[in-house]
């Protein structure tokens, strides 16, 4: 699966969606000693019906076990008679169509002519974002920053080596964002830490990290001045960075401007001014999930790949 694929999976499942084609059930948040599991599942009517149920544990102290942060399995069935089809591990499918949901959004709300990009989280993540977005718009300088300033550093060197155009560090992020055309934050954090005055008018702003209700990256003062969009309301409003500002009052949930699979379909209106800030939302949706698993699965299956395991 290329980043192209990726990209293709997820506008075909927020199409799905927009057309009522897709089943889209709430996520499920399981508590764990040290993190905490997220439970996404879906169906797709696609040219045979399929249902994924993803079951990730999210555990941000793993590096103290040399464990990655997140891990899981997806379960992928068919949706006409029930029989499981494949359990495909999660990583690689949640971090692609997590950068390819902001690639999409890209496509709607950055500037096209956007050149310049601050990643803020140097992990797994901010790779993949990295490299989506880079796929999707004129990239031609990136500025990686860490609460990890020697993370950040290595990133940098390695993704410039990858790339192919110069990913900078910085130890201060409001130098970085201050002369970036796109912000992507994909971190663990608690607490905001992007913030109305580091972002100028016209950027296109990626929260990737919030996909649980005690995480938060974006000042809700920046929401609540921006146009923000999700990729799933009834999510954002549970546990997105969008959450905080409605809880502050600084936010109605009718001022969301719009859903991904609604500029999908030209159902809302995108980027219509250079002097907004567009903020999409991001906190995982489970059709990608099917999409993704979906066409991963059928290509396995043509090339002859995968090992058979017999349930009955």
């Not at 000693?33 to 999210?58: I, W």
């Not at 800030?277 to 043509?302: K, L």
């Amino acid at each position: 699966m290329s980043l192209d694929d990726h990209l293709e999976a997820a506008e075909l499942a927020f199409r799905m969606l927009g057309e009522k084609r897709a089943d889209l059930p709430p996520p499920m948040h399981i508590g764990g000693a040290g993190g905490d599991f997220h439970v996404k599942g879906a169906m797709l009517a696609l040219e045979r019906p399929y249902v994924a149920v993803k079951t990730n544990g999210n555990f941000p102290d793993n590096a103290r076990f040399s464990l990655p942060t997140v891990q899981g399995a997806i379960l992928l069935c068919d949706g006409e008679r029930g029989t499981p089809l494949a359990l495909i591990d999660s990583i690689e499918i949640t971090s692609a169509r997590t950068g390819a949901a902001s690639a999409l959004a890209a496509r709607y709300l950055a500037d096209p002519s956007a050149a310049a990009i601050t990643v803020c989280g140097c992990g797994v993540q901010g790779r993949i974002q990295l490299k989506s977005i880079a796929n999707a718009l004129p990239i031609r300088l990136a500025f990686a920053w860490d609460q990890d300033p020697e993370r950040a550093r290595q990133f940098a060197a390695t993704m410039s080596g990858e790339l192919g155009f110069e990913v900078r560090p910085v130890d201060k992020l409001a130098e970085a964002t201050s002369h970036s055309d796109v912000i992507v934050t994909c971190t663990t954090a608690r607490r905001p830490f992007l913030t109305s005055d580091m972002v100028r008018p016209g950027t296109f702003v990626a929260a990737v990290g919030a996909d649980s209700p005690a995480k938060q990256e974006l000042e809700p003062a920046l929401l609540a001045r921006s146009a923000v969009y999700a990729d799933v309301a009834a999510q954002v409003l549970a546990m997105g960075d969008t959450r905080h500002a409605v809880e502050l009052g600084l936010m109605h949930p009718s001022d969301l401007a719009g859903e991904l699979a609604e500029l999908v379909g030209g159902e809302a209106v995108g980027r219509n001014s250079d002097e907004r800030v567009f903020i999409f939302d991001s906190t995982g949706a489970a059709v990608q999930d099917v999409a993704a698993a979906a066409m991963t699965y059928e290509r396995a299956v043509e090339a002859g790949v995968g090992q058979m395991v017999p349930l009955a």
